[in-house]
């Protein structure tokens, strides 16, 4: 059984910055290996990838919040994170965690970020 649990989000007013957390367990969970991402879901859209940090480190973002968000690991804590400043009202929408292993693949129950003007 493997959980990701996120946590973090709120209500920010435009221009702030927050910082979400993902933390993973699971006693057949080897982090290390999973590469991880956060996606996003707005209401009436698809969801989308944010950011994601493969197990190698390699960093890949979404063009609309590169030079905004960045994501992090600690192996250790089996902790992912996503730095999010200079927050914009489009960035509103639940936030999701993802880690993707060879064969499978699993979320976590997201978090809401709302952006106001």
């Known amino acids: 059984q493997v959980q990701l649990v996120e946590s973090g989000g709120g209500l920010v007013q435009a221009g702030g910055s927050l910082r979400l957390s993902c933390a993973a367990s699971?006693?057949?969970?080897?982090?290390?290996?999973?590469?991880m991402g956060w996606y996003r879901q707005a209401p009436g859209k698809q969801r989308e990838m944010v950011a994601a940090?493969?197990?190698?480190?390699?960093?890949n973002y979404t063009d609309s919040v590169k030079g905004r968000f960045t994501i992090s690991r600690d192996n250790a804590k089996k902790m992912v994170y996503l730095q999010i400043n200079s927050l914009k009202p489009e960035d509103t929408a639940v936030y999701y965690c993802?880690?993707?292993?060879?064969?499978?693949?699993?979320w976590g129950q997201g978090t809401q970020v709302t952006v106001s003007n």
């Open positions: 993802n880690a993707q292993g060879q064969i499978r693949n699993f």
């Open positions: 940090l493969t197990s190698a480190g390699s960093t």
């Open positions: 699971g006693s057949m969970f080897t982090f290390i290996f999973y590469n």
